[in-house]
């Protein structure tokens, strides 16, 4: 088996995560394996296609570098994503046994916004935030290990992506590689539209669940443990909607309304692995825009 991604410095994750996942094979569930979800303290998704790239994950989490990127992340309240790319891997004809080369890739992506310049840590109602200036960072670190050897060997840190704008009332950009806001507050009744104004298709995929024991002074934990891929046991679910927007083209939008109180996490399929992923929180109709 050749190497699922091909990978070189310089190119974008956007464009990386084209080859990573075919933009037609798109659905919730997927072949990389999850090793870590966010717990209500630390916002970390950790991701790998299999186990040898899970090898790299390890050594990468051992490193005292990385130990201080994921610190300096958690102060922005930044949400982490660490991927590993697959080393490529192939079998032996005469013996059967599987190879891989040594030389592995691990990125880490820290998501991070600021409206007014303040962090934007706690969703907020549309009409709250309306035009006001939302700062959305994304910071790529490309980490390459030795897997053989247990080390990391290089640490280079991309530039920070700002993408700036000024917040419109129900509406969320599907930017590169970011939901901007990433997390709104909404009630009951009203209509989010994510809107593309990037160059690049995005969708908008997760289940909403419905829920009738709202705690809405306990927000964060509930986007925490109520992530998409595990069952949300902690919270009384009356109803799971699967919702898929389908692709987003450039320039196009796409519109749901939420008629019922509950939380959905959703991610762009294609850019999951750059921490493409959002909140709305849907409160009772009472504290609707
Ligand atoms: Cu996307």
Same mark, same amino acid.
């Given at each position: 088996?050749?190497?699922?991604?091909?990978?070189?410095?310089?190119?974008?994750?956007?464009?990386?995560?084209?080859?990573?996942?075919?933009?037609? $094979?798109?659905?919730?569930?997927?072949?990389?394996?999850?090793?870590?979800?966010?717990?209500?303290? $630390?916002?970390?998704?950790?991701?790998?296609?299999?186990?040898?790239?899970?090898?790299?994950?390890?050594?990468?989490?051992?490193?005292?570098?990385?130990?201080?990127?994921?610190?300096?992340?958690?102060?922005?309240?930044? =949400?982490?994503?660490?991927?590993?790319?697959?080393?490529?891997?192939?079998? $032996?004809?005469?013996?059967?046994?599987?190879?891989?080369?040594?030389?592995?890739?691990?990125?880490? =992506?820290?998501?991070?916004?600021?409206?007014?310049?303040?962090?934007?840590?706690?969703?907020?109602?549309?009409?709250?935030?309306?035009?006001?200036?939302?700062?959305?960072?994304?910071?790529?670190?490309?980490?390459?290990?030795?897997?053989?050897?247990?080390?990391?060997?290089?640490?280079?840190?991309?530039?920070?992506?700002?993408?700036?704008?000024?917040?419109?009332?129900?509406?969320?950009?599907?930017?590169?590689?970011?939901?901007?806001?990433?997390?709104?507050?909404?009630g009951a009744g009203?209509?989010?539209?994510?809107?593309?104004?990037?160059?690049?298709?995005?969708?908008?995929?997760?289940?909403?669940?419905? =829920?009738?024991?709202?705690?809405?002074?306990?927000?964060?934990?509930?986007?925490?443990?109520?992530?998409? $891929?595990?069952?949300?046991?902690?919270?009384?679910?009356?109803?799971?909607?699967?919702?898929?927007?389908?692709?987003?083209?450039?320039?196009?939008?796409?519109?749901?309304?939420?008629?019922?109180?509950?939380?959905?996490?959703?991610?762009?399929?294609?850019?999951?692995?750059?921490?493409?992923?959002? =909140?709305?929180?849907?409160t009772r109709s009472s504290a609707s825009?």
């Amino acid at each position: 088996m050749i190497g699922v991604v091909l990978i070189g410095t310089g190119i974008l994750p956007e464009e990386r995560a084209r080859e990573f996942r075919s933009l037609t $094979d798109v659905s919730i569930a997927s072949d990389m394996k999850v090793i870590k979800e966010p717990t209500f303290d $630390d916002n970390t998704f950790i991701y790998a296609v299999n186990d040898v790239a899970q090898r790299g994950i390890d050594i990468v989490q051992g490193d005292a570098r990385v130990k201080q990127i994921l610190d300096e992340s958690k102060v922005k309240e930044a =949400t982490v994503t660490i991927a590993a790319v697959q080393p490529t891997v192939m079998t $032996d004809r005469q013996s059967g046994k599987l190879l891989h080369s040594s030389a592995g890739q691990v990125i880490i =992506t820290a998501n991070w916004q600021l409206v007014e310049g303040a962090l934007y840590s706690e969703p907020k109602n549309p009409t709250q935030i309306a035009n006001k200036k939302v700062e959305s960072h994304q910071q790529i670190w490309n980490i390459l290990v030795d897997v053989d050897k247990g080390q990391v060997t290089q640490v280079a840190q991309q530039a920070d992506r700002v993408i700036t704008d000024t917040v419109q009332s129900n509406v969320v950009r599907a930017d590169v590689n970011m939901f901007v806001p990433k997390a709104v507050l909404i009630g009951a009744g009203s209509e989010i539209s994510w809107s593309n104004p990037s160059n690049l298709p995005h969708n908008v995929v997760g289940s909403f669940n419905q =829920t009738t024991a709202l705690d809405a002074n306990n927000i964060t934990a509930m986007i925490s443990k109520n992530s998409i $891929d595990s069952n949300n046991t902690n919270l009384e679910t009356a109803e799971v909607i699967a919702i898929d927007s389908g692709f987003i083209e450039p320039n196009a939008s796409w519109q749901y309304r939420f008629d019922k109180e509950g939380v959905f996490n959703y991610l762009c399929t294609i850019h999951a692995e750059e921490g493409m992923r959002g =909140t709305v929180i849907v409160t009772r109709s009472s504290a609707s825009s």
